[in-house]
């Protein structure tokens, strides 16, 4: 049941990338869908969270502005589209559910931030 991020890499301040996450049907469809990160040292954190029906979002105040996050029904999928990056937003990235539950937890995707 693990959800795999996709789409990190290495870019420089002020890049973009574009993640996404692919689920089952069903795990897509009566769940809301989050981002998280965590980087070196730290803990893990919600980056941003998209309701079941689309139309609610929630960003950490650190992304808001600078991140979008958006779901695909037809493909069960959901994004996070990250532009103006930052070196303080170097972490691997993970979707999960949200709330998270731990069976959902994946490999995560790898972003750097770097000049």
């Known amino acids: 049941v693990q959800l795999q991020a996709s789409g990190g890499g290495l870019v420089h301040p002020g890049g973009f990338l574009r993640l996404s996450c692919t689920a089952s049907?069903?795990?897509?469809?009566?769940?809301?869908m989050g981002w998280y990160r965590q980087a070196p040292g730290k803990q893990r954190e919600l980056v941003a969270s998209?309701?079941?029906?689309?139309?609610?979002?929630y960003y950490a105040g650190s992304v808001k502005g600078r991140f979008t996050i958006s779901r695909d029904s037809a493909k069960n999928s959901v994004s996070l589209q990250m532009n103006s990056l930052k070196p303080e937003d170097t972490a691997v990235y993970y979707c999960?559910?949200?709330?998270?539950?731990?069976?959902?937890w994946g490999q995560g995707t790898q972003v750097t931030v770097s000049s």
């Open positions: 999960n559910v949200h709330p998270p539950r731990a069976p959902y």
């Open positions: 049907a069903h795990t897509f469809q009566v769940n809301n």
């Open positions: 998209i309701w079941k029906d689309g139309k609610n979002t």
